[in-house]
């Protein structure tokens, strides 16, 4: 059974910075395609970005672009999220998702729906 595992949430002041982490244990990464969501109280479940650790393609957010970062590391199975100059508007709990194929991480095939196997969360506060 594929068990995803988050890490590195916790409080940070605006403008500050994060690292989550998703370790992915006993399975085969490059099969997949890894992303990341976050869900605010309130709110629906949003996608945030997405990678094939296959090639290391990548898919971002638009509001996510350029203030956030994916990698994965296939020696550790896990991937990271690099949030840099977080905002008010990125609080929430931050999943982390695998989907088969790995060729789900694009624009229009990138969604809940495309993923199979889901982490608990790690919660990311932004608050001075």
């Known amino acids: 059974q594929v068990q995803l595992v988050e890490s590195g949430g916790g409080l940070v002041q605006p403008g500050g910075s994060l690292r989550l982490s998703c370790a992915a244990p006993?399975?085969?990464?490059?099969?997949?395609?890894i992303g990341w969501f976050r869900q605010a109280p309130g709110k629906e479940r949003e996608r945030v970005t997405c990678?094939?650790?296959?090639?290391?393609?990548?898919f971002y957010e638009g509001s996510v672009k350029g203030r956030f970062t994916i990698s994965s590391d296939s020696s550790k199975n896990t991937v990271y999220l690099r949030m840099n100059r977080l905002r008010p508007e990125d609080p929430a709990v931050y999943y982390c998702?695998?989907?088969?194929?790995?060729?789900?991480?694009?624009?229009?095939?990138?969604?809940?729906?495309?993923?199979?196997?889901w982490g608990k969360g790690t919660l990311v506060t932004v608050s001075s």
């Open positions: 990678i094939t650790p296959f090639d290391d393609s990548t």
């Open positions: 998702a695998a989907g088969v194929p790995p060729g789900v991480c694009v624009d229009t095939m990138f969604g809940a729906y495309a993923m199979n196997y």
């Open positions: 006993g399975f085969t990464f490059e099969d997949y395609a």
